[in-house]
């Protein structure tokens, strides 16, 4: 039904909400929606394993020996930050300024990639502290609960970096803006995991 | 207008290995998911052949574990899914008076993803190391300790057709929320078109779970994690959990759109509107609902305490109130209704005892008592080939027999069919009737042989014989859509005098579908047209030109990316007795040249727009006329 400007982007003025212009622009932000639903059950899955064995430290170092809740802190404040600059992004693409959505999508994926960096340290330090990803039932799900996290995270990198290339190319269309769009609400959602996986497995192995 | 792009359009195997147009991506999923039931079904009657008597030596104790094993993981996944997806491919555009599926690339993936999986895990076969540990693959029975290489093929395999699973089900949600024609509000949507909404909603919310315990599994047997070692204070009863999180909801995916086919089907030949179709509707959503609330009735006798069992055991009971409020419209909408008993109206017809049945038997379970006798007989065995065979796929049957002319253009042999449907059906009785018996004399499922005397020799030859007569019907099932189709195109638009959209359209239908996107008057479309005294539907929008997405590779070359990665860490850290193949195979380069694969080809398709192509008005009336 769409008509043949409208699913091809290419001249005339962008509209208001250039990501919801098209029936494949809604279509997209629609099944973007469930997928995150579908999501939330892999995550609350990997919590439920990890809440389950989180006991079992067996003779590896316990999480309260292990977490060094500063360098958690930092990458926690990096992260939510970083979720607040494609906010800033998603506001260019409504005024449809390009050079705002770049920025901002450059600061995201930086602090991303800073939050990166800092969990590669930290797993380092654990290794070394006797905290293998085969020490204990505990070590095991530790690291693929947050290992899962951190592999969304990275991917979160490379698409935006794509992303952002494509913008260069392309401009901003109605066939990426929904792109753009997604990309932000997929990094909401990874960093809304963070908070959790900072609750359950941070502050609940230091204090609980 | 300029339509500049041009579309390479392609022909023979490749069009079949490009296209994205959902109706020949239902004949895909056809092909393969029937290839897969008839592997499937070579296997049950291997079992069968074996359990014909009494300590006999037809196969090997563990040749029998793994027929077990790969008959079920395959009818269930390989079988039973994909012709569900075949259906729906088929006929959920057509009903909502849609041109398209919203996402056509991603359909195309998950088809190839299904039968990539597919094929990684029955090539164990040739390989001879075969899944082993039962289609629920329990650990510590799944663990390296007690299992071979087979198990991986299992988890692997059972990964990547998921995955396939689950975007199908995103694309379907996407598809009846945003592409519903004019006028077809929720509540004027057909019944098959809700169930699979369901189911696919079911799907979105049950997949990711055993994805996440493949992959635990998965890294206990490759990379020495813990989650189920003991030892290492691992769980294997997290596993249960997490597989029947999934399972229990699974075996809904499975009965949902049955149920859907069955009340088109009921309302069609009764020449009638479905009887209480708003509780129909109702009941749908709470068997969804409640599908996620009862996975523990499979674990009865782990030893979850009383409090648990008793609770899990009344909420399964409450799954018999929708599944009772969808019997009894089904039996008052053949009320008084013109019944006409085609070979479809035999197959849903003698479905609702059947699966009546299949579901007392599984209310009997339920009590947690009873079920401390019942677990792991061959009562439970009868119990679920009583609503998946008798079920889901009577629903299949009586859904090929009752669309295929819109498939394909060419109505099936109907005495033909009656002979598959009759064989199939007393044979179906016969195979498992008996099986309750068995159960309630105790012999246990998943024994390979037992002893003589015991009581259990008749049962078992009778449940052999029937069988037999199962196989019989599936043959002659074959030879009626061979013939079939040897046969010049003979079927109209309607033949069955239908009531909703998809009979408004030729058989079979164009690749634009409508012409012109239907205006939706009422429940029953077709019908409420029929009953104005109109010939065919009323139009939304003028004839114009239609935009077509284009065909592309890259849903089968990411497929096969993901195919070559799952090899690839399958065996990175296998003992290879040829340096060769060591030097080749026993590293992970095999499994990131897979990734890379998949990865450019994401790159790929993200970075070429699909700027597809129109079909003129010129071209449309003369497609329209001839197809
Ligand atoms: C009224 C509806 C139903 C009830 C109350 C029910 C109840 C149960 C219970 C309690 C069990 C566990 C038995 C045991 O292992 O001890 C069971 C097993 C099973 N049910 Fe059902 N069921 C129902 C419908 C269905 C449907 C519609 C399907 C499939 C389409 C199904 C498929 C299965 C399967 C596959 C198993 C065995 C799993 C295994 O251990 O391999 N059931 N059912
Ligand atoms: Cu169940």
Redo the contacts between chains.
Sequence with gaps: ??S?AD??GHGGALPEYPEKAT?EG??KL??FW??L???S??FG??F??FI??RG???DGPSPHELFNLATVALATFILLTSSLTSVFAVQGLHRHNVKTIQMWLAVTVVLGLAFLGLEIYEFNEYVREGHK??T??????FY?LVGFHGGHVLFGVLWIG?LMA?LVK?GLTV?TAP?IYVAALYWHFVDLVWVFIFTVVYLMGKVG | ?S?SHSVKRYHGLMDWLTTVDHKKIAILYLVAGGFFLAVGGFEAMLIRLQLMFPENTFVAAHTFNELITMHGTTMIFLAGMPLLFALMNAVVPLQIGA?DV??PFVNALGFWLFFFGGVLMNISWFIGTVPDAGWTSYPPLASNTYSGMGVNYYVVGLQIAGLGS?IGG??F??TI???RAPGMSFMRMPLFTWTIFIASAII??????I???L??LL??RL?????F?VA????PV?WQ??FW?FGHPEVYILILPAFGVISEVVSTFSSKRLFGYSSMVFATVLIGFLSFMVWAHHMFSVGLGPVANALFSVATMLIAVPTGIKIFNWLFTYWGGHIRFTTANLFASSFIPTFVIGGVTGVMLSVAPADYQFHDTYFVVAHFHYTIVGGLVFGIFAGLFYWWPKMFGRMLDERLGKVTFWFFFIGFHLTFLVQHFLGLQGMPRRVFTYLKGQGWDTENMISTVGALMMGIASIVLLINVLITSLKPRNADADPWDGRTLEWAIPSPPPEYNFAQ?PLVRGLDALWVEKEAGNKTITPA?PLG?I?MPSPSILPFVMSVGFFIAGFGFMYAKHEFANGIASFLFGNYIVAVAGLVIVLVSM?LR??F?D??F?IEPEELQEKGVKA
């Design positions: 039904m769409s043949h699913s091809h029936l809604r279509n629609l099944g469930f997928f639903g579908g999501e059950v892999l899955s990997l439920a394993t389950a064995l079992q430290v067996l990803f085969t204990s039932a505990f070590s095991s799900s693929t794509l494509q392309k066939v792109k | 207008m339509h041109r919203a996402f689950l995103i694309n949600l996407v929320v945003n592409m979105l919310f049950a997949f990711p779970a994805t996440v315990g992959v635990l890294f206990d990379f020495g994690a813990n989650f070692e290492n204070g691992g769980n997290l959990h997490i999180i996107t929008e030109p935009h790159f993200s970075v727009d700027h597809g129109h």
